[in-house]
């Protein structure tokens, strides 16, 4: 061990050390992981910024205040997906269709509209017409890419899992964008049954994949399998597909979909907690494990939030509020 300095363990310098450690973590980590944190970061602390100042979140009781964190859940993983265009543009760009020109610029506009989209999301600026967009971008992934893809690999379970996915991430902000139009009209209650029926689906197919392969993370079921160092393994997964089985038909036939949807988000960020954080603690430097996976299901976290959200919380309450009060409308479906 080499020799130090008298005092070198003095609370006096303990700062400069702390910050010295800071320096080292920043450069040992690869440039695309510390920007997708640092804009995820940035987003994180306005969303807390602005939900605290306009007095939502004391507004709010019980499991409502879990609701009010949809969008948010939404928008961090958004801005860090939108930052990876830019850090690892070559890759991103290999995936757009081979018959789409210009793939490079793509890249580049869906990075810009995806991080813009999230401090939309987050500061309630032109919230509807972003969430609106978001909806239609990620069915546009789903009719131009994912289907695609899983036609060529209809039994690849995986294939299966990453385009319902997208399907859900469609699903979310339609129903944002349904919770904050004021008119009742037919056309508006239909998008809400869609959007409702986006996330269902994908539900119910991921409850029995995860009772079907336990060993595999929680929340949605791709190749990651739980590490068994994570304290209760197989438990996370299990406890997830139960509570999808009994919450997924709910939200498909639509009674009780309030409550289904946030006992969905609410078992989904358990997970997150419980297993995501530590693998992403573990794997930081790597963008699967320390952006991608853990993003990939907060985002589906607070796309269920927020589908919970446009949901009616009883019949008679929903009747009260139709018409739209502050500007809003619960639309029942």
């Not at 971008?137 to 789903?142: G, N, P």
């Not at 399907?167 to 049954?193: E, M």
């Not at 358990?270 to 430097?285: H, M, N, Q, S």
């Not at 976290?301 to 949901?311: E, N, S």
Request: include cysteine; charged fraction near 10%; charge should be positive.
């Amino acid at each position: 061990m080499s020799a130090r300095p008298p005092g070198w363990y003095s609370p006096q310098n303990m700062p400069g050390a702390l910050h010295a450690s800071c320096l080292l973590l920043l450069v040992a980590l690869p440039r695309p992981v510390v920007a997708s944190d640092a804009v995820a970061g940035a987003v994180l602390v306005l969303g807390l910024v602005v939900l605290f100042l306009r007095g939502d979140w004391l507004r709010a009781g019980g499991l409502e205040k879990l609701i009010l964190l949809g969008p948010l859940f939404y928008a961090l993983p958004i801005a860090a997906f939108g930052t990876e265009h830019f850090t690892l543009t070559r890759g991103i760009a290999s995936i757009v269709p081979a018959w789409i020109p210009w793939h490079v610029f793509w890249a580049y506009f869906a990075g810009a509209c995806l991080i813009a989209a999230a401090l939309s999301l987050v500061t309630g600026i032109q919230t509807r017409l972003a969430a609106g967009l978001l909806a239609v971008m990620f069915f546009l992934f789903v009719v131009l890419m994912d289907a695609p893809g899983w036609a060529h690999h209809p039994t690849n379970r995986f294939a299966t899992a990453l385009m319902l996915r997208e399907l859900a991430f469609s699903g979310g902000p339609l129903g944002l964008a349904v919770s904050l139009t004021s008119q009742d009209q037919r056309g508006t209650r239909l998008l809400a049954v869609v959007a409702r029926c986006f996330v269902a689906i994908p539900i119910l197919y991921y409850s029995v994949e995860q009772f079907l392969h336990a060993d595999h993370v929680p929340g949605i079921p791709l190749e990651l399998v739980t590490p068994a160092w994570i304290w209760g393994h197989l438990f996370w997964t299990y406890l997830t597909a139960v509570v999808y089985a009994i919450a997924g038909p709910l939200l498909l036939i639509g009674w009780k979909a309030r409550a289904a949807g946030t006992a969905l988000g609410a078992v989904v960020l358990l997970g997150i907690l419980a297993v995501y954080l530590p693998l992403g603690i573990v794997g930081r430097a790597s963008m699967e494990l320390g952006v991608n996976y853990p993003m990939d299901t907060l985002m589906f976290c607070g796309t269920v939030l927020m589908m919970a959200g446009a949901m009616p919380r009883t019949e008679a309450a929903s009747e009260k509020r139709k018409g739209g009060q502050n500007g809003e409308a619960v639309v029942p479906v």
